[in-house]
């Protein structure tokens, strides 16, 4: 399904009854990465799961896609489809980045948040320098040349011995992602305040979901979000990396399920 904005349309899938709970990919995925869950828990939530600009389906309208920018669209998407509660928001990765400025600029529409492998902390000056490079890559060489370097990164160690489907799903996953997108993301993500500071503020509770093996994001940025948000619980999923949605779909789902049962 599409909702038409003014520069792009922008691809979503709308799944489930019940509290609404908004699912942001990563970087540079798009919402087939929730496919497990938009099937597991669609007694449980209401899903919206859009692809962000520039990922999935969606069209890829220039310039650099900060993370406010990309809130600013998933709070679009859900006026247009009339979801007017507040929503629980998941995000993962970049996702979770987005989620934090969709907190930051509607507290109102929150019901609650859950950040899978994120953090708070803004990129450091290497982190930056990464990120022009990995624009300037894109542009230069193409979107495959960034997605094979991610796809190396993405999952714990033994899933990559254990599971070739699953590295072969991922890789997939990471097809329709654009250069426009890639480079848009990267520099958006590069730009994005330290939201640590904000975090005490945070109202709503919060699940932080975090694979033991991550090799992206060290589960030390989970720990130190999940102290300093007031009502927050942290679920570290064992034998899981970057993907713990992915890696164990079970695991994941069931701390969801928990995340709502405590809501009600
Ligand atoms: C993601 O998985 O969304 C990205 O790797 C996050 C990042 O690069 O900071």
Redesign the pocket.
């Known amino acids: 399904m599409f909702v038409r904005f003014e520069d792009f349309n922008l691809a979503y899938a709308d799944r489930g009854r019940g509290t609404p709970l908004l699912l942001i990919?990563?970087?540079?995925?798009n919402h087939s990465m929730w496919n497990q869950q938009l099937e597991a828990l669609a007694d449980r939530a209401h899903m919206v799961a859009p692809d962000l600009r520039g990922h999935g389906d969606s069209g890829s309208p220039p310039g650099v896609y900060t993370m406010e920018r990309l809130a600013e669209d998933c709070k679009a998407l859900l006026d247009a489809l009339a979801i007017t509660e507040p929503v629980v928001v998941c995000g993962?990765?970049?996702?979770?980045?987005v989620a934090l400025a969709f907190q930051r600029l509607y507290p109102e529409r929150l019901a609650g948040l859950i950040l899978a492998?994120?953090?708070a902390s803004e990129?450091t000056p290497e982190?930056k320098a990464a990120?022009d490079q990995t624009a300037e890559k894109a542009q230069a060489e193409g979107a495959a040349a960034i997605k094979q370097g991610?796809l190396s990164?993405?999952l714990a160690p033994q899933t990559y011995e254990d599971r070739p489907e699953l590295v072969a799903r991922v890789a997939e996953l990471m097809s329709p992602t654009s250069v426009e997108g890639i480079a848009g993301?990267?520099l958006g993500?590069k730009e994005r305040p330290d939201a640590r500071p904000g975090l005490p503020d945070v109202r709503v509770p919060a699940l932080i979901v975090h694979g033991e093996d991550d090799q992206?994001?060290p589960l030390e940025a989970a720990e130190e979000m999940a102290t300093a948000i007031p009502k927050a619980r942290l679920e570290v999923i064992p034998r899981a990396g970057?993907m713990p949605n992915l890696e164990q779909p079970g695991a994941f789902n069931r701390a969801v399920n928990e995340f709502f049962e405590e809501l009600a």
């Open positions: 990919h990563g970087f540079p995925l993962h990765s970049m996702g979770g980045y492998s994120t953090r990129d982190g990120r991610m990164k993405l993301a990267a993500m992206i994001i970057h």
